[in-house]
T-cell receptor
Framework: EDQVTQSPEALRLQEGESSSLNCSYTVSGLRGLFWYRQDPGKGPEFLFT???AGEEKEKERLKATLTKKESFLHITAPKPEDSATYLC???????????FGTGTSLTVIP | ETGVTQTPRHLVMGMTNKKSLKCEQH?????MYWYKQSAKKPLELMFVYSLEERVENNSVPSRFSPECPNSSHLFLHLHTLQPEDSALYLCASSQDWQGVETQYFGPGTRLLVL
């Protein structure tokens, strides 16, 4: 069964304490993997798209990486404004299906 | 207005009411989506429209009825809902349906069914 699993479910970090969020997936054919950030009461905000194993993308304090089984979202020296829920989604073939994880709730403490 | 907008942002309705959610995208995209987001659950894809034609309907109860009059507007008509339908309803759009396309989301409508 195709699915996406994110861990941990929740993460509390001190400001400046780097860490990683995990998104593991089991799909028959990966077409793309997406990372989103969602603030309370708002819609998901697009961060990155990764297409193939070995690919990496960076934006400010965030870096996303992709292997054949999982993706990591690395957060370097986080700030309180990085607090949010981070969602991972996979687009799979056949059928062009989208699968979302349940998210990791990140809290960065000043 | 830019991006994807949704109205209303909050909605409280009784089980016998009829209401509609509206979504508008200003990105020139050809595909639009409705998702349901419930606490502790993954986003559930409800409907997909590509160039105003419905291409996905993921076993959604008939009390939810979508409408796409043009590629910029999407509606979700609601009638005789159940309390378990309370959730955040998200609209999204992407350039196309078939490619590996990033979906851009609106702010959502928080629905409470009493």
């Amino acid at each position: 069964e195709d699915q996406v699993t994110q861990s941990p479910e929740a993460l509390r970090l001190q400001e400046g304490e780097s860490s990683s969020l995990n998104c593991s997936y089991t799909v028959s054919g990966l077409r793309g993997l997406f990372w989103y950030r969602q603030d309370p009461g708002k819609g998901p905000e697009f961060l990155f798209t990764l297409y193939s194993a070995g690919e990496e993308k960076e934006k400010e304090r965030l870096k996303a990486t992709l292997t054949k089984k999982e993706s990591f979202l690395h957060i370097t020296a986080p700030k309180p404004e990085d607090s949010a829920t981070y969602l991972c989604a996979v687009q799979a073939s056949p059928g062009n299906q989208f699968y979302f994880g349940t998210g990791t709730s990140l809290t960065v403490i000043p | 207005e830019t991006g994807v907008t949704q109205t209303p942002r909050h909605l409280v309705m009784g089980m016998t009411n009829k209401k509609s959610l509206k979504c508008e995208q200003h990105l020139g995209h050809n595909a639009m989506y409705w998702y349901k987001q419930s606490a502790k659950k993954p986003l559930e894809l409800m409907f997909v429209y590509s160039l105003e034609e419905r291409v996905e309907n993921n076993s959604v109860p008939s009390r939810f009825s979508p409408e796409c009059p043009n590629s910029s507007h999407l509606f979700l008509h609601l009638h005789t809902l159940q309390p378990e339908d309370s959730a955040l309803y998200l609209c999204a759009s992407s350039q196309d349906w078939q490619g590996v396309e990033t979906q851009y989301f609106g702010p959502g409508t928080r629905l409470l069914v009493l």
